[in-house]
């Protein structure tokens, strides 16, 4: 593995991290449990340092691997995956807090799987295929959603309620915005893979 390679496994680490932190609050602990009762607002920066360190190694993997001239096949397929991996894992947090809409949610999974299917596919005939300027549209639209999402969650675990249906909306019209972005951007996927 390459250092860009490396950067990007973290995001394999920092994502199962992400959803046990984020639903620690609704595990059932039984009273007797010291701290069962606590207060679990610390939370809430660990879960921003989570996000942001997330997706900040989505952003210096490429800048690494380009510099260094050790851009791959493996990463132009790792880099991907780990993204898709990362953020499957936040959207599952937000669709059990209500924040995005579990219809939504499944089609950004099929999607995504779609694409990766659509890269083995292509992979079998020797063609690696990277991301394309409407996946890299998609992923950022994805983790504007997700920073609103993780927005609206904090200021509810945080107790300012009167922000929270504002937050909770404005989350809601970028996930579907992204959506929309995301199955263009599967079209595009697809005419290339027709192409070939």
């Not at 880099?79 to 953020?87: E, G, H, K, Q």
């Not at 909770?168 to 070939?196: C, E, H, N, P, T």
Request: aromatic share 12%; net charge positive; with cysteine.
């Amino acid at each position: 593995m390459t250092l860009a390679d490396k950067v990007t496994s973290l995001r394999l680490i920092l994502a199962p991290f992400f959803f046990v932190l984020y639903r620690l609050p609704a595990i059932p602990v039984p009273e007797w449990v010291p701290g069962a009762s606590g207060d679990f607002r610390w939370i809430v920066p660990v879960l921003w340092g989570l996000f942001i360190l997330s997706e900040l190694t989505d952003l210096i993997d490429g800048k690494i691997a380009r510099s260094r001239k050790e851009v791959s096949d493996f990463g132009k397929l790792f880099d991907p995956f780990a993204d898709v991996l990362v953020r499957i894992t936040y959207f599952l947090c937000f669709v059990l807090d209500g924040i995005l809409s579990a219809v939504l949610f499944l089609v950004i999974v099929y999607r995504e799987i779609s694409i990766q299917f659509l890269r083995n596919l292509m992979l079998k005939k020797g063609i690696t295929l990277g991301a394309r300027k409407g996946g890299k549209i998609k992923a950022v639209t994805y983790m504007l959603a997700g920073a609103v999402a993780l927005l609206a969650a904090s200021a509810e675990r945080l107790g300012f309620d009167a922000l929270v249906p504002a937050l909770r909306m404005s989350a809601g019209i970028i996930f579907f915005i992204s959506v929309v972005i995301s199955v263009v951007s599967f079209a595009d996927y697809l005419a290339v893979y027709r192409k070939q």
